[in-house]
């Protein structure tokens, strides 16, 4: 399940440093809904060339 794979991020603590903004990548905006409410949103960066 989608929630599954991105609940943690809300918790989650930054093991880096922010990355440039050029080195992101295409950005893909996640809401979860649970009952017809939006109750998180993520901005998601899979190819992230952030090392």
Do not use: H, N, R
């Amino acid at each position: 399940m989608l929630f599954e794979e991105v609940s943690w991020i809300a918790t989650a603590t930054p093991q880096t440093s922010t990355p440039k903004k050029d080195k992101l990548g295409p950005k893909y905006t996640v809401q979860v809904l649970i009952q017809q409410k939006a109750t998180q949103l993520y901005e998601l960066y899979p190819i992230c060339l952030c090392v």
